[in-house]
């Protein structure tokens, strides 16, 4: 049969979703990115808000009503993980699965199919779950793929419900890890992304860390390994040094900060201050001095004050972020947040959140300025159509070059390139040599 998926939410879902299509491939089935012509139709839903789930529901909803009737509809993901109760209430879902034993997923289609009954199938975790497979993008228009090497949380943050949908940290055991990146390098991949639930946590049950983990891809051949989003408190000095030892990491550190308020963080159980906070940036720059450390900030927490927000905006302008991503505070049910006292009203927290990125636009032409007239090698990706070869320096920041000095492709190779000006959004330059790969 034909499948189709529609992924939400992160970087891990998508991994899981590519997953899914590994274990629909073995057993017959084909990919079509046409829903109404499916037979299976698979939406991967998101519960990290309450909206993110609204979002994925109406979606199989819509899907149902108007592209796909006839479709077997799978509603599977976080949302049915942490919420399975709600999830069986779903008529328009056919299947219902979570995020743990995915591998039951072809079984399950197949008894649909002869039954014609809904099957709903959410298999709790418990604390010593092995980590589960997980797939990565092999398209061949691609120069990077993302592969999940870690899944779980065991920090419970009061705004958070993973945890409920993702269960206990756990993660690839390095000799898979091995074999993934093999495969993706002899698939002509330049650079892997890892990411993970809590990435920094990658490898305890195997007294590795997440340089580990790096060093076992570099090992495997990949030329480029770029971390997902780090909790901060998990990333050591050693781990920091371990890391600049390695040619092939990409200094881009992407640490969760959340608030730079520290009543506010321990309203939501983040486990550092703003001080610890600073020294991991701090070290961070003392092994990588021009690294870009970006960071995702939530405005409007239940009790956050003007004078906490203003700390937020000052302890940000402080450490210096290549990036802000800002959220406004989303209640999500089932979190001891959605139960705080202190709301924020929906306006003070849209303003907070749009400040942020006022600050976020001009923290960026800085860090972007700061590369003016330094030579860079940058993995060129596929053309835009908008008169440019684009691709990403090691440190995140897109880069853009002429196409018509140029005219032949640049894809999925690494040029030095010499940046001659910038804006807020990427920076401009030209290839030093035309005929010199970086030989990472």
Sequence with gaps: ?????????????????????????RHGHTYTDAPETADIIIVNSCAVTQQ???????????????????????????????????????????IVIGTKDIDSLPQLINEFVSRNEPLHKVVPYGKNDPFEGAGCDMHPSSTRTFLKIQDGCN???????????????????PESLMKQAENIVRAGFSEIVLCGINLASYGKEYELDIADAVQICADAGVKRVRLGSLEPEMITENILAKLAKI????????????????????????????????????VARKYFPSCAITTDVITGFPGETAKEFKQTMEFARKIGF??????????????????????????????????????????????????????????????????????????????????????????????????????????YGDIVEVGAANPL
């Design 155 to 173: 920090s419970f943050c009061s705004y958070c419900i993973i945890p409920y949908a993702r269960g206990r940290c756990r993660s690839m055991h």
């Design 322 to 427: 290549a990036k802000i991503n800002a959220f406004a505070f989303s209640e999500r049910s089932g979190t001891p947040a959605a139960e705080m006292e202190g709301k924020v009203d929906p306006q003070s927290k849209k303003d907070r959140a749009d400040r942020i990125r006022k600050l976020s636009e001009s923290l960026q032409l800085k860090h972007h300025k700061s590369l003016e007239n330094h030579v860079i090698p940058v993995l060129f990706e596929l053309e835009k159509g908008d008169g440019f070869h684009i691709g990403h320096a090691p440190d995140g920041t897109v880069i853009k070059i002429p196409e018509k000095n140029i005219k032949k492709s640049l894809r999925k190779s690494i040029f030095y390139v010499r940046i001659e000006k910038s804006d807020a959004a990427c920076c």
């Design 247 to 282: 040619p092939q990491f990409c200094p881009q550190f992407h640490l969760s900060l959340q608030s730079g308020s520290d009543c506010i963080l321990k309203r939501m159980n983040r486990r550092y201050t703003s001080a610890e906070f600073e020294l991991v940036c701090t």
């Design 52 to 94: 993110s789930s609204r979002k994925s529901v109406a979606a199989l909803r819509k899907i149902k009503k108007s592209i796909n009737r006839r479709a077997v509809m799978i509603l599977a993901g976080c949302y049915p993980q942490a919420f399975s109760d709600e999830a069986y209430e779903i008529t328009q879902a056919d």
């Design 1 to 25: 049969m034909k499948y189709f998926i529609s992924t939400f939410g992160c970087k891990v879902n998508t991994s899981q979703s590519e997953y899914m299509k590994v274990l629909l491939e």
